[in-house]
C-alpha cells in the first residue's frame, strides 16, 4: 500500500509541473498576441540594452581591479628598493685589505709573491727577509695565536706546519687573515689590531 501512495504521489506531482508549463506557455501567447509587431520589437530591445549594460558594468569592474593592481606592484618594488637601499647604506660594503708587510711607498720593499693559492696549498707566500715585520692586513681581533710546536703534527690538525702562526678575524666578521711560518708573534687572542700593526716577525717555522 505504501509503494502504491508513493508512486501516486509522483505521477500528481509530475502532473502539476506539466499543468504549469501549459499555463505559463498559454499566458506568454496570449502576451504576444495582443501585442503589435513594433511592441514586440521594444521588448526585445529593452531586454538587450539591460543585457549589454550589465556586461559593460561587469568589464569595467573587471578592468578597475587589473588597473589598480597593476598600479600597486611598482609601488611595492620601490618600496623593495628603498630598503635595500638602506640596507646597503647601513651594511659596510666590504673589508678594505692591505699588503702584510711595508711596501716601498711606505718605506719598505716591494716583495714577490713565491707561491700563489691552490687547491694543494692554501695561503699566498711571499719572499719576505727574514726578520721583517708582519703587519696586519685588515682591522680585527685576534682570534688564534701559537707557538710552534703548539700543535703537534701527529694531531690531525694541518695547521702544526704553519709553525708561529696568528689569525685576526676582521671587525666586520666576514673573513679571517693567516700569519704563518714567523719567527715570533707579537699578538695573543683577544687582542684588537688595527691594519698595520705588527702581528709578528718573519721567519721560517712549520
Not at 531586454?47 to 606592484?73: D, K
Amino acid at each position: 500500500m505504501k509503494k502504491t501512495s508513493k508512486a501516486g504521489s509522483a505521477s500528481k506531482n509530475k502532473f502539476g509541473k506539466v499543468f504549469l508549463c501549459i499555463v505559463l506557455a498559454a499566458a506568454l501567447t496570449a502576451l504576444l498576441c495582443s501585442c503589435t509587431v513594433d511592441e514586440l520589437l521594444e521588448i526585445a530591445d529593452s531586454v538587450a540594452r539591460e543585457y549589454y549594460a550589465s556586461e559593460r558594468a561587469a568589464q569595467s569592474a573587471t578592468e578597475e581591479i587589473i588597473a589598480t593592481e597593476a598600479t600597486t606592484e611598482p609601488t611595492e618594488a620601490t618600496t623593495e628598493a628603498t630598503t635595500e637601499a638602506t640596507t646597503e647604506e647601513i651594511i659596510p660594503t666590504g673589508t678594505s685589505f692591505a699588503m702584510p708587510f711595508a711596501d716601498k711607498a711606505h718605506g719598505g720593499v716591494n716583495y714577490s709573491v713565491t707561491q700563489y693559492f691552490s687547491s694543494t696549498h692554501g695561503g699566498i707566500d711571499f719572499g719576505v727577509y727574514w726578520g721583517t715585520p708582519i703587519l696586519a692586513a685588515t682591522d680585527g681581533k685576534v682570534v688564534y695565536a701559537y707557538n710552534d710546536g703548539d700543535i703537534s703534527s701527529t694531531s690531525g690538525d694541518l695547521r702544526w706546519t704553519y709553525g708561529t702562526f696568528v689569525v685576526v678575524e676582521s671587525t666586520d666578521g666576514m673573513y679571517r687573515t693567516y700569519y704563518a711560518h714567523m719567527r715570533s708573534k707579537t699578538v695573543n687572542v683577544g687582542d684588537t689590531v688595527r691594519q698595520g700593526d705588527i702581528v709578528g716577525y718573519c721567519g721560517n717555522t712549520g
